[in-house]
């Protein structure tokens, strides 16, 4: 094999289970770098993506969007990364650079006719479907790479590069910390990293979870509280409770009963992706000026600072390392609700 071939798993058509085989990564331009994959997290988004619920893709499909390596090769014009350096990548691998939301570091909210490229089954600046993490290698314009600290275990850094900006992006836009009452919605993947930076932010930190069945862990990763939503008595005792909601949940909620649970001027947030249109009487928003908002991952920028926090307060992911050829089994479980909390790929099993 090349240099450029490398092995991976793929989803060979919609909802068939990934299998093995070889992909090839581009030739390094001036401003690339390789980074060879040690670790790949696996998240929901993967899951619906090979599965076709987000649409018509081109197959075969490699996913993953929770990189975690070590830079093996450089561009001729590199200066951000040197051979031997601990590099992810999240999300996002271009945009088109120029328009007003990439220039102020929003690459996730490009506005350009290229769009956010995503780490897989998008397409990039060359006309060519982008192939994820589930793989040896990947090869990445340096601007789009985040420097993992040394502090940070690769494998549980891993899921921080989705999982842990979807939540960090929107804490600190709303301003979460000291004073400030946040709820998480769903102890999951993205949940349970909500908890761990909520609370290092110094937020009072409230789980809103189906039952009490993970209460020690939301207590364990920081919560101040666990509540069960499936008893009724939990929307009456916390109502007007909360300035910030995060819901990580794809499920179809009662939005307007959840709404009930900010305080004046409060705002919830949408981060999971249910698959059908919800709806949001007005009276639930304008009777106490409250907000329903959605937000996605974050920028370069914001996700190095949310690394480099991470690495600060001591937060990983919790995680269920699997070898390669558990894959689909792992798949199952995700979508059973069956990890603690999020599975990650030790990619030298490829």
Not at 80 to 99: H, K, L, N, P
Request: charged share 20%.
């Amino acid at each position: 094999m090349s240099n450029n071939t490398v092995a991976a798993y793929a989803a060979p058509a919609p909802g068939a289970p990934l299998e093995k085989t070889t992909i090839t990564r581009r030739e390094l331009g001036p401003h690339d770098i390789r980074i060879d994959i040690e670790y790949a997290g696996i998240c929901h988004s993967d899951i619906h993506t090979v599965q076709g619920d987000w649409g018509e893709r081109q197959y075969p499909i490699v996913p993953g969007h929770e990189i975690a390596g070590v830079v093996t090769a450089v561009g001729a014009e590199v200066t951000r990364y040197a051979v031997g350096d601990r590099a992810g990548i999240g999300c996002i691998v271009d945009s088109c650079r120029t328009c007003d939301n990439c220039r102020a570091g929003l690459q996730q909210y490009c506005t350009g006719e290229l769009g956010m490229v995503g780490t897989y089954a998008a397409t990039g600046r060359d006309g060519e479907q982008t192939q994820g993490g589930y793989a040896q290698a990947i090869v990445v314009d340096e601007n789009y790479a985040l420097r993992i600290p040394e502090g940070i275990p690769l494998d549980a850094a891993a899921p921080l590069l989705c999982a842990g900006i979807t939540l960090y992006s929107p804490l600190r836009h709303w301003q979460a910390g000291p004073g400030k009452k946040v709820a998480i919605v769903g102890l999951g993947g993205l949940g349970h990293l909500g908890v761990k930076l909520a609370h290092a932010m110094g937020a009072e930190v409230t789980v809103l979870s189906q039952s009490l069945r993970k209460k020690d862990d939301g207590l364990r990763l920081g919560a101040d509280h666990y509540r069960a939503t499936s008893d009724p008595a939990t929307f009456e005792e916390l109502a007007g409770t909360f300035d910030l909601i995060l819901n990580t949940v794809s499920a179809d909620l009662d939005l307007d009963a959840y709404l009930g649970l900010l305080r004046t001027g409060g705002t919830m947030v949408q981060l999971g992706a249910p698959e059908k249109p919800q709806s949001v009487s007005p009276f639930a928003l304008v009777a106490q000026r409250k907000s329903y908002a959605g937000s996605m991952i974050g920028g370069i920028p914001e996700t190095q600072e949310m690394l480099d926090f991470c690495a600060e307060h001591g937060i990983t992911a919790e995680i269920e390392l699997i070898r390669a050829e558990q894959v689909n089994e792992a798949y199952e479980r995700v979508i059973a609700s069956d990890v603690r909390y999020r599975f990650v790929i030790d990619t030298a099993t490829i």
